[in-house]
Structures are given as C-alpha cells and as structure tokens.
C-alpha cells in the first residue's frame, strides 16, 4: 500500500525556515514521482515543487523560486521540502504525493495519484 506522511509543519515568523518531510512506504522513488503541492484557506491548490524522472528536473513554482529547495534520502524513502525566506503568503495546508509520471518543468502529471494528509504551514508577519 502506497502511503506518505508529511511533517515538519508549524508556526514561523516571516524570513524564518522550516523543512517539510515526506516519509514514503510502499514504494520507491524509482516508481513515482514526488511532488509537493499546498493550498491556502479559500484558494485552489498549486504545484509548489515537482521533480519529474523524465529528465531529472525539478519544477519550482515561481513563487518560491530561489527560496525553497527539494532534496531527497533514498535510503530512508523520505524527500524533503527546504523552505527559506518564509512570506505570510506561504501560509498553507502542504501535501506531498507520488506522482506516476510528472510531465518536466511543470507539476501536472498523469496516472494514478497518491497523496499524504498535509502539514500545516503558517507564516507569521
């Protein structure tokens, strides 16, 4: 059973740092995809950093360009979401899923999609 459990969320102050993580059973990074997604109370989710095997890329939303960074332990299946320079704006519910095939340099996919429950991000002023 694919399963993934973000953590790392919390409160921040705005310019302050958190590393997001992904522990992911079930499967390997070899076999999906990972991307991170988050959704901001009354908005539509976006793809905030999606890593496609394809090429090896990874997409970052222009957003968080410069600021957040993904990285990944293949030894313990976790990947993590560095995230620097944290804005009030970036206050969300972050998910990260496991993608079968990410299309590169963009964050939309195909195939069946698995999702974890999220961490919540809030960025204090």
């Known amino acids: 059973e694919v399963q993934l459990v973000e953590s790392g969320g919390g409160l921040v102050q705005a310019g302050g740092s958190l590393r997001l993580s992904c522990a992911a059973s079930?499967?390997?990074?070899?076999?999906?995809?990972i991307g991170w997604f988050r959704q901001a109370p009354g908005k539509e989710r976006e793809g905030v950093a999606c890593?496609?095997?394809?090429?090896?890329?990874?997409y970052y939303a222009d957003s968080v360009k410069g600021r957040f960074i993904v990285s990944s332990d293949n030894a313990k299946n976790t990947e993590y979401l560095q995230m620097n320079s944290l804005k009030p704006e970036d206050t969300a519910v972050y998910y990260c899923a496991a993608l079968p095939a990410v299309v590169a340099g963009t964050c939309n996919y195909y195939g069946m999609d698995y999702w974890g429950k999220g961490t919540l991000v809030t960025v204090s002023s």
């Open positions: 890593t496609s095997s394809s090429d090896g890329s990874t």
């Open positions: 079930g499967f390997t990074f070899d076999d999906y995809d």
